[in-house]
């Protein structure tokens, strides 16, 4: 039988973990962990290995023990039974960028912002900033719902399960209470929190204090929304394909021996790090490495995503984008990204890259001059064809 206390240390692991590599990186010293770590050969690559266990409508964290497989959950999900979330994106792309920027960048966005000496007064808040638990999903949200929120820990905190029940065949329940977290707790029950309750924003319920009630805001001016749920806390193995294929399918990834990486270019991984100075969350980059195999990292999923097997181009033809999304080796000409201006083709579609050798952005000023060019040709079509007309009518009355 599994005991609350063992379950807790492997909880924490994670956090410890994180909060290493953070300082590993900070203090300019060599990483704790190899990119080429070994992983278990029990684990298959590009395959989603979930966190065991449930919280329940009454609040109780359930662990079935014939539900853990190695210990994960035994409902793995490999990564080809999944799309990427934005329609036009595959690991070929000389650079990918997983969520889109407000006008004022990265810097811009409400998780990269430092905590405030309120916010940092709540330990548990702090850590969670400090490990980059908090990046991952403010930066998830930020990718899978095009949402700008810093996300509200505190909220996640008093959704903590009230009891810890572990479940085996043929055995009474273990059934431990678990008291409500405080700002000092040291128990981390996040990932299950976010999959049965997800996720809110700080303007809504502030990262200062745990609220008495997370039915509404604490802030007036708070918008009340839930994000990520139904998401849970994931691991994956495999090599740089396997991570490109984890950031356009689910979103951020924190990899070990990188940090957490936000997308890619020709050469680098974009990460992003915790600036010791301002506290702030600031984007970097790692080489990739070319000899990385067996990588491993962790990221945010859906447990219950689609699971459809990915149609496969030649299904698609004839048919229009929103009969047949867009997908990895299309060959319709509106699936495939243009590279210049009406290259392959005047219907290719603008890269969903912010960075490269061709942007979105110049993409859609070059779509937007051939539009007006080609209005610019119609004009003058029917010009000419309205002087053909008008010109004989005339002459009737010369």
Same mark, same amino acid.
């Given at each position: 039988?599994?005991?609350?206390?063992?379950?807790?240390?492997?909880?924490?692991?994670?956090?410890?973990?994180?909060?290493?590599?953070?300082?590993?990186?900070?203090?300019?010293?060599?990483?704790?962990?190899?990119?080429?770590?070994?992983?278990?050969?029990?684990?298959? /690559?590009?395959?989603?290995?979930?966190?065991?266990?449930?919280?329940?409508?009454?609040?109780?964290? $359930?662990?079935?023990?014939?539900?853990?497989?190695?210990?994960?959950?035994?409902?793995?999900?490999? @990564?080809?039974?999944?799309?990427?979330?934005? %329609?036009?994106? %595959?690991?070929?792309?000389?650079? @990918?960028? *997983?969520? !889109?920027? #407000?006008?004022?960048?990265?810097?811009?966005?409400? =998780?990269?912002?430092?905590?405030?000496?309120?916010?940092?007064?709540?330990?548990?808040?702090?850590?969670?900033?400090?490990?980059?638990?908090?990046?991952?999903?403010?930066?998830?949200?930020?990718?899978?719902?095009?949402?700008?929120?810093?996300?509200? $820990?505190?909220?996640?905190?008093? /959704?903590?399960?009230?009891?810890?029940?572990?479940?085996?065949?043929?055995?009474?329940?273990?059934?431990?209470? $678990?008291?409500?977290? +405080?700002?000092?707790?040291?128990?981390?029950?996040?990932?299950?929190?976010?999959?049965?309750?997800?996720?809110?924003?700080?303007?809504?319920?502030? /990262?200062?204090?745990?609220?008495?009630? +997370?039915?509404?805001?604490?802030?007036?001016?708070?918008?009340?929304?839930?994000?990520?749920?139904?998401?849970?806390?994931?691991?994956f193995f495999g090599n740089n394909d396997a991570v490109k294929q984890a950031l356009i399918k689910f979103g951020p990834a924190f990899v070990y021996g990188y940090g957490l990486i936000i997308?890619?270019?020709?050469?680098?991984?974009?990460?992003?790090?915790?600036?010791?100075?301002?506290?702030?969350?600031?984007?970097?980059?790692?080489?990739?490495?070319?000899? *990385? !195999?067996?990588?491993?990292?962790?990221?945010?999923?859906?447990?219950?995503?689609?699971? +459809?097997?990915?149609?496969?181009?030649?299904? &698609?033809?004839?048919?229009?984008?929103?009969?047949?999304?867009?997908?990895?080796?299309?060959?319709?000409?509106? &699936?495939?990204?243009?590279?210049?201006?009406?290259?392959?083709?005047?219907?290719?579609?603008? #890269?969903?890259?912010?960075?490269? !050798?061709?942007?979105?952005?110049?993409?859609?000023?070059?779509?937007?001059? =051939?539009?007006?060019? *080609? !209005?610019?040709?119609?004009?003058?079509?029917?010009?000419?064809? %309205?002087?053909?007309?008008?010109? #004989?009518?005339?002459?009737?009355?010369?």
């Amino acid at each position: 039988m599994l005991s609350q206390m063992a379950f807790n240390k492997l909880l924490v692991v994670f956090l410890l973990i994180s909060i290493s590599l953070c300082q590993a990186h900070k203090l300019g010293i060599n990483k704790p962990f190899s990119r080429t770590r070994n992983a278990p050969e029990l684990y298959e /690559n590009e395959v989603l290995y979930f966190a065991e266990g449930t919280i329940n409508d009454y609040g109780e964290l $359930i662990i079935d023990v014939a539900d853990i497989v190695d210990g994960f959950d035994k409902d793995a999900v490999p @990564f080809s039974q999944r799309n990427p979330y934005r %329609a036009g994106t %595959a690991i070929t792309n000389d650079s @990918f960028f *997983a969520v !889109t920027l #407000p006008s004022g960048g990265f810097d811009a966005l409400k =998780t990269s912002q430092a905590l405030s000496q309120d916010e940092e007064k709540c330990n548990f808040v702090a850590a969670t900033q400090y490990s980059y638990v908090y990046a991952l999903l403010g930066y998830t949200i930020k990718a899978r719902y095009d949402v700008d929120i810093a996300p509200s $820990i505190t909220y996640i905190m008093k /959704n903590f399960p009230t009891k810890f029940i572990s479940r085996q065949e043929g055995e009474q329940d273990d059934v431990s209470v $678990i008291q409500q977290a +405080t700002c000092d707790d040291i128990s981390n029950y996040i990932a299950y929190v976010v999959h049965k309750y997800g996720v809110v924003g700080s303007d809504c319920i502030p /990262n200062t204090e745990v609220p008495e009630s +997370t039915t509404n805001c604490t802030l007036p001016e708070g918008k009340y929304e839930k994000y990520l749920v139904g998401y849970k806390y994931a691991n994956f193995f495999g090599n740089n394909d396997a991570v490109k294929q984890a950031l356009i399918k689910f979103g951020p990834a924190f990899v070990y021996g990188y940090g957490l990486i936000i997308g890619w270019d020709p050469e680098n991984w974009i990460t992003v790090y915790r600036s010791h100075d301002t506290g702030r969350y600031i984007l970097d980059s790692e080489d990739i490495d070319s000899d *990385a !195999t067996d990588i491993q990292g962790y990221l945010y999923a859906q447990v219950d995503g689609d699971d +459809t097997p990915v149609i496969p181009p030649e299904d &698609c033809s004839g048919k229009t984008e929103a009969e047949c999304a867009c997908i990895e080796g299309d060959e319709r000409t509106f &699936c495939i990204t243009c590279t210049a201006k009406n290259v392959p083709s005047s219907d290719c579609k603008c #890269p969903a890259d912010i960075s490269g !050798t061709y942007t979105k952005a110049q993409c859609e000023e070059d779509k937007a001059s =051939t539009e007006k060019e *080609a !209005t610019g040709s119609v004009r003058v079509t029917l010009s000419v064809i %309205a002087t053909a007309a008008v010109l #004989p009518a005339l002459a009737l009355f010369i």
